[in-house]
Every structure is written in structure tokens, then in C-alpha cells.
């Protein structure tokens, strides 16, 4: 999000938070988040994908919807009215092609509107086939599942986008010399899909209660969070649409100093670290230890006042309407061990996993009893860090990454129990000192992890370690 | 029990400090902000001025004289009774497009020091990349607090005439220091000229200067990657070789002739701006053998107006007893990289020996 597009959602949020209430909050917030999906989303080469792509955000969420609520919900007047707001919408997005000169809400000139009708003709049949088959099948939801992460996977593989850019080019006829893995570009979708795949396995483990279509569309792509999170619970997200609110005084102040931290961290503080911070070009053209350091301290805070600061407008924004959006950061570069870095860093990204991945994995691992605990534990740290890692990317370095973070856990539980019981540190100096030695040596274990996440190859990964460790110059 | 803020007072308050804030800026148009730096104190002073349009060069072009200034290691140098100290002034080919600061003419003077008047000579990078006459002036009536004892000036036809003497982005936007310049040096330019971006109490406002504080930011930040990478503008691999193949236009700036067309009064109150030895250099350029080179020398020339240029500035120079050095047609053409007058290294090592040649003669 730009400047203009948080002005814009402070505005509109605050007039939402002032001027509606009850359902109709419900619904002006479903309209603002529908129609910042189309407008966030950015350029991408391939013709009108900037409106497809939100607009299968769109589809997948309604289908989503359908197949996890019951089968006449649709009828009730509430959802009734959220399809109509969503499909109305989106109508008028692409009707936007006859109306304006110049493109309006997306990046380019939306498709032929028998296009999009074709579109909406095929998204009413999936969605009509795939609830008639949910009514008894609940390995449907799995389906779904597999679908949604099949989507992530080429999103996030750079070998697959590109293959699936130059497929799409094929379609249209386009010269395939000019395909890259970066034009599919679909906003959001990290966390769109962690939403959805979210609500799905709560439908299955039958905790998910039941959320009309405006609640649950406004959750899965509520406009300040929808770029970069943080990524709520859809109850805990419901509850606070149905809570009585009116914007006060008080609130808005908390809001308005929310964005403005928020605004200071990426605008002012991350933005100038960006220009010093580690990237591919200085990790070749810097050959000094001391400077190879600043640029990689540089990268460390500007990644954590960029995304803190993203965290911080969109919690801002969300209380002038009344939802309070969970925390993402929590001082995580002042905690003393990477067990407390990994609860204070992305902490809804880390909950999230632990809930969906983690926690059942150690169920099914500790039915072999024949694994050692400790093999367990490294292999459930390993596997968690490095699922979060190809969250971000299935690169090399993501994975490098993930490895790095999974030993450093594993490493550290281990040290953990054996310092409970040989070690009993009583001197409160001592106690400072082992303190602030933890918070360093966390923080730069941390740091050097950012080495492979900062850069696309691991070849120059081990260029700026040897840089680092002042074995190559 | 502390008070609640109140949500309009707040605002208020803001408001009001911002305004107070915005406009109480225009009271520091007088203070030298620009000389406030890290260059020369946290960062090593830079070869050459900052200049650059993208990111990855690490540098950027801004129009504060004084930041400029600040951030070269000239700013950070000081004159031991060792030095003989030589400023380069001129355009792009000195500033040394496409060349690293060791390659420039500076850098290649400096890499084998030589000897004028029993001291060794350092020689400082001032050439700045837009072709002026009146932004060398402008630089060099700066340069001379810094202790020069010898100012070698290089230019070429392009920088002469007088139909947009403020041209250069840098000249427009230091409308004060020219209209000083004019009444100084009674240059034949009107201080009125609309090209001259004079700034008015409310383009002084801090909204207004924002830009320019952001550059001034910038330009100390871009210091890190200086200090870390020696990097200050883009080297591509490849790059559009000088135009050969010429139009067949004899045409320049519209003259027919160049009698009374050229900045004669900038070029003699910039030989006069400093009261030591000056040596003024027609700058080597690309002479042409592809099509219609019998029409043009190059991109910026026809022939008949370079000809009679050449025969102007040496009359001139030597009605006046100037020091010049005519070195029109010194490097080869295929020691030109990008540009009718942008050297390779080898064809700055060439220039450099023959300047050096003049520096020891002019002192031995």
C-alpha cells in the first residue's frame, strides 16, 4: 500500500466508524474491501490480470463461504445482500471499462464484459457443484485445501510462475519471450489463502462456527490487513463486526497514533534503511567486514520497521471501524532466546502454523515411539521453520532460511534443559549479563538468518557470511 | 487523575505546531544547512560532486551548492604546505562519465603525483556533468575559499553560447548566487532572466523545500554505500557507442555566424575569478570519419562553427595572454565511449599527460 491508498482507507474507515452502525458497518466494510482488492492490486503484464486476479480472490472466497456454511444459507437476506454487494461490485469494476476513459480502481482497462460474464458463469457452476457435492462429503474441505496450496505453491515457486506466466501467454497469443516468474504478482494472496485454508480445517475439526457471507468476506480480505496481515481468526474477527460500536474520541485518538507510528516506522525509519540495507547488488560490491555488518544491520531493522510499521496502519485503521486486529510484533529483537523471538516476530504467521501445523505434527510424530524426543523435537522445529520459510518464497535461500531458524530452536531447547539442570545462576548481575548476552546473541543469530532471506542465491549468501566472518575480502 | 487528550485539541495543536513549523522554515533560507554533513566526518569525502538519477548509482543530483561542496573530500582536505592543489573545472568529461574516480582526469594526475613549484600536486575532481559556462563559473567562484593554486579549466563550443546561458538544472536553481555572479563579474545576463528559478517566501515554506530537504537526507545516507562500495554512478556492460553516422545539418543553436554569440564575458570573468594561475583547455572531442562528416565532426558540431570557434577562443587567448591549451583533436576516435566527448580511461590517460606537461611548465 501507498501513501495514497492508506489515506484513502483512513478516510473512508473513518467515515465508516462514524457514520454506520450494527449491519451496516458490516456491509460498508464489505464494499470497501471488495473494491480495495481490485484497487491495491498492482499492474501486472499479463492483460486484465489485474482484475482477474482479484476478482478469483473474490470467487474463492464465496466458494470458500459456500462450501463451509449450510446449504440454504445463501437465502438468508443478510447473505442475500453480501452476494449482491460482491457480485454488484465487481460488475461495476469491470463495467468501469465503458464508463471511464482512463482505467478506474484497476491498474489497466478491466475485460469485455461478455468476459466477465463467461467468468461468472463458470464461477456459479463450481460454486453450485462444489456445494452440492459438501452437502455429504467432508473430504471436500480437503480438496479445497490442496487447491488453495496448490495455487501458493506456484505462486511462491519462481520455476512455476514463470511456466504458468508463459502458459497464460500462450493463451493469449502473447510473445512468451518476455514471461517472468514475477507476473503473477496477486495481492494478498499469502494471506487470503492462510484465511481460507484456516476456516476450512476449523470446518472439518467441526470448531468453526457459523458466519454469514458478509462477516466471512470481509474477514478474508478486510482492506488494512489484506496486503500484508497480520492474519486474524475469523470468530474472534466476527465477534468484533457484531459488537456494538461508535467511534470515540478516545479510540480515534488510539488509532490516529497507531498510523502515525505506523506511518514514521515504514515511511521515514524503513524507508532510509532500505537505501543502505543488504541486497544481491552490495552483497558483491561490499568486501568489508565492518561495513558488510551495517548494511546487514540495516536490512535487520528496515525489515522489522517495514513490516511493524504495515502492522501498526493496519491495527490503526482496523479501530477506527472497531476491529482490533491481533499483534504481529512484540519488541522481537529484544527478547533473549529464539524460542521468545519466534512468539514476538509475525506472530499471527507463527500462531497459525503452530496451530495447523506444528501442533498436529508432534501429535502424529510422538505416535512412533520408537524416535528419540530429542529426534522429534529437531524434526518438528526443521519441519515448522522451514514450512514458514516457503511461505515467503521456494527458493533455495527461503529454505536455507527456514534450516537455519529450525536449527537455531532445536539448538536452543537443548540448551535450555541443560542449563535447568546444571546451571543455577543466583548472582542478579550474573543474571543481567546472561540476559543481555542472550538478547545479542539472539538478535545477531537472527541477523545472519537474515543473510539467506535477504538474498536470491545462495551463492552470495555464503559471499557476504565469508565477507562477515572476515574470511574473504 | 490525568486529563484525557481531547481529540480536536490534539489536532489543533498539531495543526498549529505544523504550520508554525512550515513556515518558520523560510528563516532558514540564510543558514548554510547544505554545509551541514557527514562527508568528511563519518563518510570519506567523495571524489566528485554527487550526481545521478538512480538509485543503484548510489548518488543523486541536488542543487545545494554548499551540500555539494560539503561532501567532496576537498570540503575534508586540508592544504598541507606540501600541496600544490589543482582544480579540474569543466563538464561531464571531467566529472568522468562511465569512468570509476581513478579513471577520470583527476584520479590519473593523482595516481603519479608530479611536481609544480617544488610541491606535489593534488589535483580535485570540480567538473560537474551539464555543459555551462555560467555553472562552471558558478563553481569555481565556491572553489576558490578551498585554497586553489592552480584552476585548470576544460570546456568546448557547446558551453558558449548565449541564447540559454541558465540551461543547466543547477544554474536555474541558484538564482541568488547567479544574479550575485552577474552583478560581480558584470556579466551580460539579465538578472530577470525567467529561466533563473528565484524562490519566493512561500516556495521557502518547508512543504515547499520538502524535495530539497529529502535530497539534502539522501545525499548523507547515499554516504554509507560511498564509504562501503567506492561506487558513485552505474558502469553498464554495455552501453550506445557516440553517434559516427552524422545528420547532414550544418546547423548550430540557429547561428550563422558566431561573432557576438558566445559567453566571451563568462569565459573572462571565470579566467579572472581566481588570482592564480588558470589554464583554459578546448577540451578533446570526437572527430568523426562516418557519414557526413564532412558536414559535422560529431553529434554537437558542424564544422563550420567549430572551426570558427577554435579560431576565436585562440585569438582571444592570445590578445589576453591566457594560458590555453587547444586539444581539440588529441584522442582518437575510438577512445570515446558514450558520448562526443566522454573519454575512455586510455583516453584520459592521454589528456592527463599533456595537462600534466602544462602544469609542471607552468611552474617548474
Given at each position: 500500500m501507498?501513501?495514497?491508498?492508506?489515506?484513502?482507507?483512513?478516510?473512508?474507515?473513518?467515515?465508516?466508524?462514524?457514520?454506520?452502525?450494527?449491519?451496516?458497518?458490516?456491509?460498508?466494510?464489505?464494499?470497501?474491501?471488495?473494491?480495495?482488492?481490485?484497487?491495491?492490486?498492482?499492474?501486472?503484464?499479463?492483460?486484465?490480470?489485474?482484475?482477474?486476479?482479484?476478482?478469483?480472490?473474490?470467487?474463492?472466497?464465496?466458494?470458500?463461504?459456500?462450501?463451509?456454511?449450510?446449504?440454504?444459507?445463501?437465502?438468508?437476506?443478510?447473505?442475500?445482500?453480501?452476494?449482491?454487494?460482491?457480485?454488484?461490485?465487481?460488475?461495476l469494476v469491470d463495467l468501469t471499462r465503458y464508463i471511464f476513459p482512463q482505467p478506474f480502481l484497476t491498474g489497466t482497462t478491466p475485460p469485455q464484459f461478455i468476459q466477465f460474464i463467461v467468468f461468472v458463469l463458470i464461477v456459479s457452476l463450481a460454486i453450485f457443484a462444489f456445494t452440492y457435492l459438501s452437502r455429504n462429503n467432508v473430504w471436500l474441505?480437503?480438496?479445497?485445501?490442496?487447491?488453495?496450496?496448490?495455487?501458493?505453491?506456484?505462486?511462491?515457486?519462481?520455476?512455476?510462475?514463470?511456466?504458468?506466466?508463459?502458459?497464460?501467454?500462450?493463451?493469449?497469443?502473447?510473445?512468451?519471450?518476455?514471461?517472468?516468474?514475477?507476473?503473477?504478482?496477486?495481492?494478498?494472496?499469502?494471506?487470503?489463502?492462510?484465511?481460507?485454508?484456516?476456516?476450512?480445517?476449523?470446518?472439518?475439526?467441526?470448531?468453526?462456527?457459523?458466519?454469514?457471507?458478509?462477516?466471512?468476506?470481509?474477514?478474508?480480505?478486510?482492506?488494512?490487513?489484506?496486503?500484508?496481515?497480520?492474519?486474524?481468526?475469523?470468530?474472534?474477527?466476527?465477534?468484533?463486526?457484531?459488537?456494538?460500536f461508535s467511534l470515540t474520541q478516545d479510540e480515534t485518538l488510539l488509532a490516529g497514533q497507531r498510523i502515525i507510528i505506523g506511518l514514521f516506522k515504514k515511511f521515514v525509519i524503513a524507508d532510509a534503511l532500505a537505501l543502505i540495507a543488504l541486497n544481491d547488488a552490495l552483497a558483491v560490491q561490499v568486501h568489508t567486514t565492518g561495513w558488510m555488518w551495517i548494511h546487514l544491520y540495516a536490512y535487520a531493522f528496515q525489515i522489522y520497521f517495514d513490516f511493524s510499521g504495515y502492522t501498526d496502519i493496519a491495527i490503526g485503521i482496523a479501530r477506527l471501524v472497531g476491529i482490533k486486529l491481533p499483534e504481529n510484533f512484540a519488541a522481537p529483537y529484544t527478547k533473549s532466546n529464539l524460542t521468545q523471538f519466534w512468539s514476538s516476530w509475525h506472530i499471527t504467521l507463527t500462531q497459525w502454523i503452530r496451530a495447523y501445523f506444528f501442533n498436529p505434527f508432534n501429535r502424529w510424530i510422538r505416535g512412533y515411539k520408537s524416535i528419540p524426543s530429542w529426534t522429534m523435537i529437531l524434526i518438528g522445529q526443521l519441519a515448522t521453520m522451514l514450512l514458514i520459510g516457503l511461505w515467503h518464497g521456494i527458493t533455495f535461500n527461503f529454505i536455507l532460511w527456514g534450516a537455519w531458524h529450525g536449527l537455531g530452536l532445536f539448538l536452543q531447547n537443548r540448551w535450555s534443559d541443560l542449563a535447568k539442570t546444571r546451571f543455577n545462576i543466583n548472582n542478579p548481575?550474573?543474571?543481567?549479563?546472561?540476559?543481555?548476552?542472550?538478547?545479542?546473541?539472539?538478535?545477531?543469530?537472527?541477523?545472519?538468518?537474515?543473510?539467506?532471506?535477504?538474498?536470491?542465491?545462495?551463492?552470495?549468501?555464503?559471499?557476504?557470511?565469508?565477507?562477515?566472518?572476515?574470511v574473504s575480502r | 487523575?490525568?486529563?484525557?487528550?481531547?481529540?480536536?485539541?490534539?489536532?489543533?495543536?498539531?495543526?498549529?505546531?505544523?504550520?508554525?513549523?512550515?513556515?518558520?522554515?523560510?528563516?532558514?533560507?540564510?543558514?548554510?544547512?547544505?554545509?551541514?554533513?557527514?562527508?568528511?566526518?563519518?563518510?570519506?569525502?567523495?571524489?566528485?560532486?554527487?550526481?545521478?538519477?538512480?538509485?543503484?548509482?548510489?548518488?543523486?543530483?541536488?542543487?545545494?551548492?554548499?551540500?555539494?561542496?560539503?561532501?567532496?573530500?576537498?570540503?575534508?582536505?586540508?592544504?598541507?604546505?606540501?600541496?600544490?592543489?589543482?582544480?579540474?573545472?569543466?563538464?561531464?568529461?571531467?566529472?568522468?562519465?562511465?569512468?570509476?574516480?581513478?579513471?577520470?582526469?583527476?584520479?590519473?594526475?593523482?595516481?603519479?603525483?608530479?611536481?609544480?613549484?617544488?610541491?606535489?600536486?593534488?589535483?580535485?575532481?570540480?567538473?560537474?556533468?551539464?555543459?555551462?559556462?555560467?555553472?562552471?563559473?558558478?563553481?569555481?567562484?565556491?572553489?576558490?575559499?578551498?585554497?586553489?593554486?592552480?584552476?585548470?579549466?576544460?570546456?568546448?563550443?557547446?558551453?558558449?553560447?548565449?541564447?540559454?546561458?541558465?540551461?543547466?538544472?543547477?544554474?536555474?536553481?541558484?538564482?541568488?548566487?547567479?544574479?550575485?555572479?552577474?552583478?560581480?563579474?558584470?556579466?551580460?545576463?539579465?538578472?530577470?532572466?525567467?529561466?533563473?528559478?528565484?524562490?519566493?517566501?512561500?516556495?521557502?515554506?518547508?512543504?515547499?523545500?520538502?524535495?530539497?530537504?529529502?535530497?539534502?537526507?539522501?545525499?548523507?545516507?547515499?554516504?554509507?554505500?560511498?564509504?562501503?562500495?567506492?561506487?558513485?554512478?552505474?558502469?553498464?556492460?554495455?552501453?550506445?557507442?557516440?553517434?559516427?553516422?552524422?545528420?547532414?545539418?550544418?546547423?548550430?543553436?540557429g547561428l550563422t555566424n558566431l561573432s557576438d554569440a558566445l559567453a566571451i564575458d563568462v569565459l573572462d570573468a571565470g579566467m579572472h575569478a581566481v588570482p592564480v594561475p588558470t589554464i583554459l583547455v578546448n577540451e578533446p572531442m570526437l572527430i568523426s570519419n562516418g557519414l557526413n562528416s564532412d558536414v559535422r565532426y560529431n553529434f554537437f558540431y558542424p564544422r563550420w562553427a567549430y572551426d570558427a570557434y577554435r579560431q576565436q577562443i585562440a585569438e582571444l587567448a592570445a590578445a589576453q595572454d591566457w594560458h590555453y591549451l587547444d586539444l581539440w583533436n588529441l584522442v582518437p576516435a575510438d577512445e570515446f565511449t558514450n558520448s562526443a566527448i566522454h573519454l575512455t580511461p586510455d583516453g584520459e590517460t592521454l589528456l592527463a599527460n599533456k595537462l600534466a606537461e602544462a602544469i609542471r611548465s607552468t611552474c617548474k
Open positions: 501507498g501513501l495514497i491508498q492508506i489515506g484513502a482507507s483512513i478516510l473512508t474507515a473513518l467515515l465508516v466508524g462514524a457514520l454506520t452502525r450494527g449491519t451496516w458497518r458490516t456491509y460498508a466494510l464489505l464494499a470497501l474491501s471488495v473494491l480495495a482488492v481490485y484497487w491495491f492490486q498492482p499492474v501486472v503484464p499479463l492483460r486484465s490480470f489485474d482484475f482477474w486476479l482479484p476478482s478469483l480472490s473474490l470467487a474463492l472466497v464465496v466458494l470458500v463461504w459456500f462450501i463451509t456454511s449450510q446449504i440454504s444459507a445463501w437465502k438468508s437476506r443478510i447473505n442475500f445482500i453480501g452476494l449482491s454487494i460482491i457480485i454488484g461490485l465487481i460488475t474441505l480437503s480438496l479445497a485445501t490442496i487447491f488453495l496450496l496448490s495455487i501458493l505453491f506456484i505462486l511462491k515457486s519462481p520455476t512455476l510462475s514463470l511456466q504458468a506466466s508463459i502458459f497464460f501467454r500462450s493463451l493469449a497469443n502473447r510473445p512468451i519471450e518476455n514471461a517472468s516468474a514475477l507476473d503473477l504478482r496477486w495481492l494478498g494472496f499469502s494471506y487470503i489463502a492462510f484465511r481460507l485454508i484456516h476456516v476450512l480445517r476449523d470446518k472439518q475439526l467441526g470448531r468453526l462456527p457459523e458466519l454469514t457471507l458478509p462477516e466471512f468476506a470481509t474477514y478474508v480480505v478486510f482492506f488494512p490487513s489484506l496486503s500484508a496481515g497480520p492474519i486474524d481468526r475469523a470468530e474472534r474477527f466476527a465477534g468484533d463486526l457484531k459488537k456494538d548481575r550474573l543474571q543481567t549479563a546472561m540476559q543481555l548476552g542472550g538478547v545479542l546473541l539472539t538478535f545477531h543469530f537472527v541477523a545472519l538468518g537474515w543473510v539467506f532471506f535477504a538474498l536470491s542465491e545462495p551463492s552470495l549468501s555464503w559471499q557476504v557470511l565469508s565477507v562477515l566472518s572476515g | 487523575m490525568q486529563n484525557k487528550p481531547r481529540l480536536f485539541a490534539v489536532i489543533l495543536k498539531a495543526t498549529l505546531l505544523f504550520v508554525l513549523f512550515n513556515f518558520a522554515f523560510i528563516f532558514t533560507d540564510n543558514l548554510p544547512l547544505g554545509k551541514l554533513s557527514l562527508y568528511n566526518n563519518i563518510f570519506p569525502g567523495r571524489e566528485r560532486f554527487p550526481f545521478g538519477e538512480t538509485r543503484e548509482s548510489y548518488n543523486l543530483s541536488l542543487f545545494d551548492l554548499d551540500a555539494m561542496f560539503a561532501s567532496h573530500v576537498l570540503a575534508g582536505t586540508t592544504k598541507t604546505s606540501n600541496e600544490y592543489r589543482v582544480f579540474l573545472i569543466g563538464d561531464s568529461s571531467v566529472w568522468g562519465t562511465l569512468l570509476t574516480p581513478e579513471q577520470t582526469l583527476a584520479g590519473q594526475l593523482n595516481v603519479n603525483p608530479i611536481s609544480a613549484c617544488g610541491k606535489t600536486v593534488r589535483a580535485y575532481n570540480l567538473g560537474y556533468p551539464t555543459i555551462s559556462l555560467t555553472k562552471d563559473l558558478m563553481i569555481l567562484d565556491q572553489a576558490k575559499e578551498y585554497q586553489p593554486d592552480m584552476i585548470i579549466w576544460l570546456t568546448t563550443l557547446e558551453a558558449f553560447p548565449e541564447d540559454k546561458p541558465f540551461e543547466s538544472p543547477l544554474v536555474a536553481n541558484n538564482a541568488e548566487r547567479i544574479r550575485d555572479l552577474i552583478f560581480k563579474y558584470e556579466l551580460n545576463a539579465s538578472v530577470k532572466d525567467p529561466a533563473l528559478n528565484y524562490l519566493s517566501q512561500q516556495d521557502q515554506t518547508f512543504v515547499s523545500q520538502r524535495r530539497a530537504v529529502a535530497d539534502l537526507i539522501r545525499l548523507q545516507i547515499y554516504g554509507a554505500l560511498w564509504a562501503s562500495t567506492g561506487i558513485d554512478q552505474i558502469y553498464p556492460e554495455n552501453y550506445e557507442r557516440a553517434q559516427t553516422d552524422l545528420e547532414a545539418s550544418d546547423d548550430f543553436h
